[in-house]
């Protein structure tokens, strides 16, 4: 059987820079800016050592909305952070809508979900809580 390992996330949005900006202002991701081989620019995250792409929508292309949770096929990024009562005051401080506030979903793990740049939905959780 091949061996499969983790590559990336591949997110679509209108303004490529602003989503970027976006994960780098909450999460401390890491922006990286560059050009394609056809000339188009390129805005790639690294968040907590995931990688993601952000490609832009074209507009006479359109796109789609996105969905309405809970749906079928890939539902939420997941990020761990330890002190999850901390980390949700601090995002509300920098402007993040909470769609779930930090909820206790099992002894020593609790969970929470914020709304991203088109309506992306990420989730939070501290295997650690106390």
Known sequence: MPRFTYDHVHLRSPNPDATAEWYAKMFGAVVKRSVQSDGRKRVDLDLGGMTVFIAPVIADRGAASPPEAPYLGLEHLGLRVEGIDEAVTELKRKGAEFTMEPTTIRPGVRIAFLRG?????????????K
């Open 117 to 129: 740049p088109e309506n992306v939905s990420i989730e939070i959780l501290d295997r650690n809580a």
